[in-house]
C-alpha cells in the first residue's frame, strides 16, 4: 500500500502547479537568451562574410546570443539607427559619417577600423566626358552620397584644384542611384566607392578622375551604442576577433571570398568582386586616438562646408580597447 502522503495528492492541484512553475521559468530562459542587432551595407565586407559564412553566430552561439541582422542603403542611415538604439553594433562605414553622428550629439564607442584604403573611392566620369581634370568639374552637376567617405574626397578634390564646394552641383544620390544617373547624363561625374568603382569601371566604361590617393584616407570604423558597449564587452572582444579572422581569410582566399559576396553585391561577376577587395585594405587594428587624426580635416572641412552645425573635436569620444 502507497504511503498516505502519496494516495493525498490531488492530480488536478499538481498539473496546476506543474503550469506555473513553467510559467515562472520561461521569463528566465527568455531573459538569459541575448539578442544583438548589426546593422551593415554592402561595402561592409568583413561582416557581410561572417553573416554569409555563419561565423559570428558560431562565436556567440555559446554565449547563448543570437544576432539580428539589419541592411541600410550607406552609412548615414546606418549610424542614425545606431543613435537612436534601433541596433547595437554598426558594421564599418567611412571615416566621414561618424563625425555627423557626433555633432549630433550622439553616444558612440569606437570599437575597431580598417587601416587606409585611398584608392577604394574615386570620381568618375562617362567615357566619353570632356571632362579631363578636376577644374572642369567647376559648374558641374556631380552625384555624391551625403556624408560618405566619397563626399569627402569631393571636398579634398575640389580644394586641391583650387575650387570650392560651391562651384559644383551636389545631387544627393545613393550608389544606386548614382549610378543610374551618370549613365543616363543627368548627372556629369559621380563620387562613389568600391565595389561601384570598379563595377562602373569595367561594366559603364567610365574613367577615373581621381581616387583617394593623397586626398583622403578613407579609413573605416566600426562602432557600438555606448550604453550598450559599455554593458556588453565581451561581446565586442568576440566581434573583434571574427572582425581579424574575416580579414585574414578574405586575403588568403580573394577568389572564394568573391565567389560568396558576387550574389550579394547585386550579382557582380567574382572577377569584379575581387578587383574591388583588392583595392580595400581589410586590415582590422585597434582606433586609436592618432588614427582619428584625419577625422579632424574631415569635420572642419565639413563645417567650413555648413554641412556640419557646430565644430567638434573628433578625439573626444569613447574608444574601446580590445585586450592585449
Known amino acids: 500500500m502507497l504511503p498516505e502522503t502519496i494516495r493525498e495528492v490531488d492530480p488536478v492541484r499538481l498539473f496546476r502547479g506543474l503550469l506555473l512553475a513553467a510559467a515562472l521559468i520561461a521569463p528566465a530562459v527568455q531573459a538569459a537568451q541575448q539578442t544583438i542587432r548589426i546593422g551593415y551595407q554592402k561595402s561592409s565586407t568583413l561582416l557581410m562574410l561572417a553573416k554569409q559564412q555563419g561565423t559570428l553566430e558560431q562565436a556567440l552561439a555559446s554565449h547563448n546570443i ?68 578636376i577644374q572642369d568639374l567647376k559648374g558641374r552637376k556631380i552625384a555624391v552620397t551625403k556624408a560618405a567617405g566619397s563626399h569627402y574626397l569631393l571636398i579634398a578634390a575640389l580644394k586641391q584644384a ?32 568600391e565595389p561601384f568603382v570598379t563595377s562602373a569601371r569595367i561594366q559603364q566604361h567610365v574613367r577615373i578622375l581621381t581616387d ?25 572582444a568576440i566581434v573583434w576577433q571574427t572582425l581579424r579572422q574575416e580579414a585574414d581569410w578574405i586575403k588568403q582566399n580573394p577568389h572564394q571570398a568573391a565567389k ?35 577625422q579632424q580635416s ?27
Do not use: C, M
Not at 560651391?166 to 566607392?193: C, F, H, Q
Not at 550579382?267 to 569584379?272: E, R, Y
Open 260 to 294: 560568396l559576396l558576387a550574389p550579394l553585391w547585386g550579382n557582380l561577376a567574382p572577377d569584379i568582386v575581387e578587383q574591388a577587395n583588392a583595392r580595400r585594405s581589410y586590415q582590422v587594428e585597434p582606433v586609436t586616438r592618432e588614427s582619428l587624426k584625419e
Open 66 to 133: 543570437r544576432v539580428k541582422w539589419h541592411e541600410f542603403s550607406s552609412g548615414l542611415p546606418l549610424l542614425e539607427a545606431l543613435n537612436l538604439n534601433n541596433i547595437d553594433i554598426s558594421a564599418d562605414v567611412a571615416d566621414t559619417v561618424p563625425v555627423f553622428i557626433q555633432a549630433a550629439g550622439g553616444e558612440l564607442i569606437w570599437f575597431a577600423r580598417e587601416a587606409p584604403s585611398p584608392r577604394a573611392q574615386a570620381i568618375v566620369v562617362a567615357a566619353n566626358s570632356p571632362l579631363r581634370r
Open 162 to 193: 583650387g575650387l570650392s564646394f560651391s562651384d559644383i552641383t551636389p545631387a544627393w544620390l545613393t550608389p544606386a542611384d548614382g549610378r543610374a544617373a551618370l549613365e543616363s547624363g543627368s548627372v556629369d561625374a559621380w563620387v562613389t566607392w
Open 212 to 236: 583617394g590617393e593623397g586626398l583622403a584616407d578613407y579609413q573605416r570604423y566600426y562602432l557600438a551604442s555606448r550604453a550598450w558597449g559599455k554593458d556588453n564587452p565581451q561581446v565586442l
Open 298 to 324: 574631415i569635420a572642419d572641412a565639413f563645417f567650413d562646408a555648413r554641412l556640419l552645425p557646430r565644430r567638434i573635436d573628433t578625439r573626444a569620444v569613447e574608444i574601446w580597447y580590445p585586450a592585449p
